[in-house]
């Protein structure tokens, strides 16, 4: 179903979602961190979801130790290094990691403007490394509060010409939008792209938020868009991409199952939806499994699938000579 002869991007990955399970171990051990295996297999039911959660806050605690083992910068930089490395084995030619630097910091106190350091160094260095395209995405995690969520964006604006975007993730249901007006307009002085999390656990009243006061220029998720026709209306009219999760969004129960996911109707309306993969290494899944199992138990036609890989490249945070680039490498790859 994946079109090998125009470039496959994943623009929705958490890099702190997707943490080797074989890294887990190994720094727990470096660092005598009381994990609760100590193999692979054993590990995996404690860091993956075997069955749909309650909802996304019951799915976000499975990133307990896929965070709890970083201990230190290098172990931050070290888990950035291996994101983009496992981008590439997966056979995407772009990818796009967001990360909580307050979040990645939380377990050992560290101090957030080491964390976007070492993160932003680790993905350079891996670019450098592989070759591979990648650029970071910031979160502010709005479960923090508007003050701590000011912290987070000075963090990141330590390290403001390696950071492409800014995001806002975390507890929706509870911390709307309307809060962290002030730091998105800071981020979009400050030259960076927006994309905000939002339809996942609130409805559209959380999205318009995004767009009209955020300016967000893609939606994460944005489920319930399906609610307000006006939405998808001016989604499609501003060409305002959505970053559609196939299986976290029915691992967090946000909706029942493939089938009821309205990528499908998204883009029988013209808009701008993509397929990622949210948090591969909690969701155990990857970028071919959305494609080819998700994707079309989802209802996807195999042009619809297409259409949402040429959506992926158009909706990237690039420019135009990088599109044309990436363009190229495929057209030689086929």
Same mark, same amino acid.
């Given at each position: &179903? ?54 996304? &806050?019951?799915?976000?605690? #499975? ?48 101090? +957030? ?34 003050? #701590? ?54 409805? +559209? ?26 939405? &998808? ?102």
């Amino acid at each position: &179903m994946i079109d090998l002869s125009y470039p496959l991007a994943d623009l929705h990955r958490h890099l702190d979602g997707s943490v080797r399970l074989q890294t887990i171990l190994e720094l727990g051990e470096q660092h005598h961190l009381p994990l609760p295996a100590w193999s692979v297999e054993e590990l995996r039911p404690y860091v993956q979801v075997t069955a749909p959660q309650p909802g996304v &806050m019951a799915f976000l605690s #499975k990133f307990e130790w896929m965070v709890g083992v970083l201990a230190d910068a290098d172990a931050c930089r070290r888990v950035a290094y291996e994101n983009v490395l496992d981008a590439q084995a997966e056979g995407l030619d772009y990818v796009e990691l967001r990360f909580s630097p307050c979040f990645m910091a939380e377990a050992h106190n560290l101090d +957030p403007a080491a964390v976007v350091e070492a993160v932003a160094d680790g993905v350079a260095a891996a670019r450098r490394d592989s070759g591979m395209h990648a650029k970071l995405i910031g979160i502010i995690s709005r479960t923090y509060g508007p003050q #701590k969520g000011r912290e987070e964006l000075e963090a990141l604006l330590t390290r403001r010409e390696q950071i492409t975007a800014l995001d806002l993730a975390g507890d929706e249901a509870n911390y709307p939008a309307e809060w962290f007006e002030e730091h998105f307009r800071r981020a979009r002085d400050a030259g960076w792209h927006i994309t905000v999390h939002a339809g996942e656990s609130a409805g +559209p009243h959380s999205m318009w938020t995004a767009i009209d006061r955020l300016g967000a220029e893609r939606l994460g998720h944005a489920v319930r868009a399906v609610e307000d026709p006006a939405l &998808m209306d001016a989604l499609a009219k501003r060409g305002i991409g959505i970053e559609s999760n196939l299986t976290s969004n029915v691992q967090t129960s946000t909706v029942p199952d493939y089938a009821s996911h309205p990528l499908r109707q998204f883009l029988e309306r013209g808009l701008a939806a993509t397929i990622n993969t949210d948090d591969p290494g909690i969701s155990g899944i990857n970028i071919a499994y959305e494609y080819e199992v998700a994707a079309p138990a989802a209802g996807l036609s195999a042009e619809q699938i297409h259409q949402a890989q040429r959506n992926a490249l158009e909706q990237a945070f690039l420019s135009e000579s990088e599109r044309a680039e990436l363009k190229a490498r495929a057209a030689r790859r086929a």
